[in-house]
C-alpha cells in the first residue's frame, strides 16, 4: 500500500519505517529541511532500539522516503497519517494548530479517495474537526478520517509496532475499515486483536490507558512513602500486590517520577477535557500532584543527609534519561533534581548512555558530563541514580567506592539491594525501603 506519513518525530518516523517494513511504499514529510537531509542522508534523529536497522534496511529498499513536499506524498498516496505534535498548551489542553494546519492543506490538494488518520494523541473530537476542516472544501466521496492512536513504549517501539497488543481504530466509514482492515493484518497474524469503535471512543482509549498507568505508578509511589514511615519494604508490598491477577505486575516499581513525551501531557490533556465538559475528575488531580511532589522527593533525601547544606558538594548523577533505552528528558525528574541541588550550590557531574547531548543544550557548562560512568564518581561526595539503565546495575563496585569521598548512594529507582548494600557498608537511601 501507498501511504504517507506527516511529521518525522518520535510516532512518525517509527510509524513509518515500520509500515515500510511490512512491504509498503511509505513517503514521510517534514516542514524542516534540514531534518529531512539528515534523513535521506541516513542519519536516524532518535535513539530507539531496532530502529536504524529497520531504517537502513528500508531506505536502501527504496520503500522509505523523505520529503518536504506534501502535495507529492499525498498525491503517491492512499492512506495520510498526521502524526504531528500536539503540545500541551499554558492550560493543560492539547495544541492542534499543527493537526488543523495540515488538515487545511490537505483540503487543497487531495483530488481521490484518501484515508486521513490521525496518529497523534489528541482530545476527544479531533477527528470530527478534522473533517470539518476537510468538508468545506471537498466532496465528502474524496475522504475520512480515521482516529488510530499509538500505544508505542519508547525503548521498544519498534516491537511494540510490529508485534501490537492491540491495534484500536476509530472510524464509522466501512471503506476506510477494509482499507485499515488490510493495512494492519500483517501485523496481528499472532491472534492480537484489531479493534473497531466510533472516532471518540478511540480517541478516549488513548488517554485513558496513558492516564491509568499514570495512575499505577503515582499510587505505588504513595505507597513507597508510606512504606518508610511505617517500616514496611516497598519491594516486597509489590511483590504481593503484583501476584493478583486481578493487578499484574506492571508499572507497580516506585521511583522518583514518570516523566516523558506520553504520560504527563495526557493526563493533563484528559483532566482539561474532563473540565470543559464540567466534571472534576479527582483522580488525575491527584495522579498529577502525586508525581509532581516525587520528583522532589529524592533531593529532600539528600538535603537531610547533608543537613540542608550542599554548598561545595559534588553530586554524581548516574542517568538523565526519563527512563532507560531512550534519550528522552521530556519532563525527566533528573531535571528537576539537578535543578534544586545547582539551586541549593552543589556541583553536579553527570552521565546518561544517550541523552546528555540533550541536557548539555539545557544546562550548557553549569553541569559537567563525563565520557563515561565512572569519570563522573571521580572525587564526588555521593552518587544519585535517577535512570535504570542496565549498565548501571552490576557495576564495579569497588572501582565506584575508590573514586567516590564516601560511600553514600541516593538511589531514585531501587536498582540494588539492600542486604548487598549494607554488606559493603554504603549509606544506601532508596525509595520506600527501611
Same mark, same amino acid.
Given at each position: 500500500m501507498n501511504i504517507a506519513v506527516v511529521g518525522t518525530g518520535y510516532v512518525g518516523l517509527v510509524t513509518g519505517t515500520c509500515f515500510a517494513e511490512t512491504?509498503?511504499? /511509505?513517503?514521510? #514529510?517534514?516542514?524542516?529541511?534540514?531534518? #529531512?537531509?539528515r534523513l535521506r542522508g541516513g542519519e536516524v534523529p532518535i535513539f530507539e532500539p531496532g530502529l536504524e536497522l529497520l531504517f537502513d534496511r528500508n531506505t536502501k529498499e527504496g520503500r522509505l522516503h523523505? $520529503?518536504?513536499?506534501? +502535495?507529492?506524498?499525498?498525491?503517491?498516496?492512499?492512506?495520510?497519517?498526521? %502524526?504531528? *505534535?500536539?503540545p500541551p498548551g499554558a492550560d493543560g489542553s492539547a495544541d492542534l494548530r499543527f493537526i488543523m494546519g495540515v488538515a487545511e492543506d490537505l483540503s487543497k490538494i487531495i483530488t481521490d479517495y484518501k484515508v486521513i488518520v490521525d496518529k497523534s494523541t489528541v482530545p476527544v473530537g479531533t477527528a470530527e474537526k478534522v473533517y470539518a476542516i476537510l468538508d468545506k472544501k471537498l466532496d465528502k466521496r474524496l475522504f475520512d478520517v480515521v482516529s488510530n492512536p499509538e500505544f508505542l513504549r519508547e525503548g521498544v517501539a519498534v516491537e511494540d509496532f510490529l508485534k501490537p497488543d492491540r491495534v484500536v481504530i476509530g472510524t464509522s466509514?466501512?471503506?476506510?475499515?477494509? #482499507?485499515?482492515?488490510?493495512?494492519?493484518? *500483517?501485523? /496481528?497474524?499472532q491472534g492480537n486483536p484489531i479493534y473497531f469503535m466510533d472516532e471518540r471512543s478511540a480517541e478516549m482509549t488513548k488517554y485513558a490507558a496513558n492516564s491509568y498507568l499514570a495512575t499505577r505508578i503515582s499510587f505505588m509511589n504513595e505507597i513507597a512513602n508510606l512504606c518508610e514511615k511505617v517500616g514496611a519494604n516497598v519491594d516486597?508490598?509489590?511483590?504481593?500486590?503484583?501476584?493478583?491477577?486481578?493487578?499484574?505486575?506492571?508499572?507497580?516499581? *516506585?521511583?522518583?517520577?514518570?516523566?516523558?513525551?506520553?504520560? *504527563?501531557?495526557?493526563?493533563? %490533556?484528559l483532566a482539561k477535557t474532563a473540565n470543559e465538559y464540567q466534571y472534576e475528575f479527582k483522580i488525575l488531580e491527584s495522579v498529577m500532584e502525586v508525581n509532581d511532589l516525587q520528583k522532589t522527593v529524592l533531593?529532600?533525601?539528600?538535603?537531610?543527609?547533608? +543537613?540542608?547544606?550542599?554548598?561545595?558538594?559534588?553530586?554524581? #548523577?548516574?542517568?538523565?534519561?526519563?527512563?532507560?533505552? $531512550?534519550?528522552?528528558?521530556?519532563? %525527566?525528574?533528573a531535571l528537576v533534581i539537578i535543578d534544586e541541588l545547582l539551586e541549593m550550590g552543589a556541583k553536579v557531574k553527570a552521565f546518561d548512555p544517550e541523552a546528555m547531548g540533550h541536557v548539555k543544550a539545557i544546562y550548557g557548562d553549569r553541569v559537567v558530563f563525563g565520557k563515561k560512568m565512572y569519570d563522573v564518581l571521580e572525587d564526588?561526595?555521593?552518587?544519585?541514580?535517577? $535512570?535504570?539503565?542496565?549498565?548501571?546495575?552490576?557495576?564495579?563496585?569497588?572501582k565506584m567506592f575508590k573514586m567516590l569521598k564516601s560511600k553514600v548512594i541516593f538511589d531514585g529507582r531501587n536498582v540494588y539491594d539492600l542486604g548487598n548494600m549494607a554488606e559493603m557498608g554504603v549509606h544506601y537511601d532508596s525509595i520506600g525501603r527501611p
Amino acid at each position: 500500500m501507498n501511504i504517507a506519513v506527516v511529521g518525522t518525530g518520535y510516532v512518525g518516523l517509527v510509524t513509518g519505517t515500520c509500515f515500510a517494513e511490512t512491504g509498503n511504499n /511509505v513517503i514521510c #514529510v517534514d516542514i524542516d529541511q534540514k531534518k #529531512v537531509e539528515r534523513l535521506r542522508g541516513g542519519e536516524v534523529p532518535i535513539f530507539e532500539p531496532g530502529l536504524e536497522l529497520l531504517f537502513d534496511r528500508n531506505t536502501k529498499e527504496g520503500r522509505l522516503h523523505f $520529503t518536504t513536499n506534501l +502535495k507529492e506524498a499525498v498525491d503517491a498516496s492512499q492512506i495520510i497519517f498526521l %502524526a504531528l *505534535p500536539t503540545p500541551p498548551g499554558a492550560d493543560g489542553s492539547a495544541d492542534l494548530r499543527f493537526i488543523m494546519g495540515v488538515a487545511e492543506d490537505l483540503s487543497k490538494i487531495i483530488t481521490d479517495y484518501k484515508v486521513i488518520v490521525d496518529k497523534s494523541t489528541v482530545p476527544v473530537g479531533t477527528a470530527e474537526k478534522v473533517y470539518a476542516i476537510l468538508d468545506k472544501k471537498l466532496d465528502k466521496r474524496l475522504f475520512d478520517v480515521v482516529s488510530n492512536p499509538e500505544f508505542l513504549r519508547e525503548g521498544v517501539a519498534v516491537e511494540d509496532f510490529l508485534k501490537p497488543d492491540r491495534v484500536v481504530i476509530g472510524t464509522s466509514s466501512e471503506k476506510a475499515k477494509k #482499507v485499515m482492515q488490510k493495512l494492519y493484518e *500483517p501485523f /496481528v497474524r499472532q491472534g492480537n486483536p484489531i479493534y473497531f469503535m466510533d472516532e471518540r471512543s478511540a480517541e478516549m482509549t488513548k488517554y485513558a490507558a496513558n492516564s491509568y498507568l499514570a495512575t499505577r505508578i503515582s499510587f505505588m509511589n504513595e505507597i513507597a512513602n508510606l512504606c518508610e514511615k511505617v517500616g514496611a519494604n516497598v519491594d516486597s508490598v509489590r511483590m504481593g500486590m503484583g501476584s493478583d491477577s486481578r493487578i499484574g505486575k506492571r508499572f507497580l516499581f *516506585p521511583g522518583i517520577g514518570y516523566g516523558g513525551s506520553c504520560f *504527563p501531557k495526557d493526563v493533563q %490533556a484528559l483532566a482539561k477535557t474532563a473540565n470543559e465538559y464540567q466534571y472534576e475528575f479527582k483522580i488525575l488531580e491527584s495522579v498529577m500532584e502525586v508525581n509532581d511532589l516525587q520528583k522532589t522527593v529524592l533531593t529532600q533525601k539528600i538535603k537531610a543527609f547533608y +543537613k540542608n547544606d550542599l554548598a561545595g558538594k559534588t553530586i554524581a #548523577v548516574w542517568g538523565l534519561a526519563f527512563k532507560p533505552n $531512550t534519550d528522552d528528558i521530556r519532563e %525527566a525528574p533528573a531535571l528537576v533534581i539537578i535543578d534544586e541541588l545547582l539551586e541549593m550550590g552543589a556541583k553536579v557531574k553527570a552521565f546518561d548512555p544517550e541523552a546528555m547531548g540533550h541536557v548539555k543544550a539545557i544546562y550548557g557548562d553549569r553541569v559537567v558530563f563525563g565520557k563515561k560512568m565512572y569519570d563522573v564518581l571521580e572525587d564526588a561526595d555521593c552518587l544519585a541514580i535517577m $535512570t535504570e539503565w542496565s549498565e548501571f546495575r552490576t557495576p564495579d563496585f569497588e572501582k565506584m567506592f575508590k573514586m567516590l569521598k564516601s560511600k553514600v548512594i541516593f538511589d531514585g529507582r531501587n536498582v540494588y539491594d539492600l542486604g548487598n548494600m549494607a554488606e559493603m557498608g554504603v549509606h544506601y537511601d532508596s525509595i520506600g525501603r527501611p
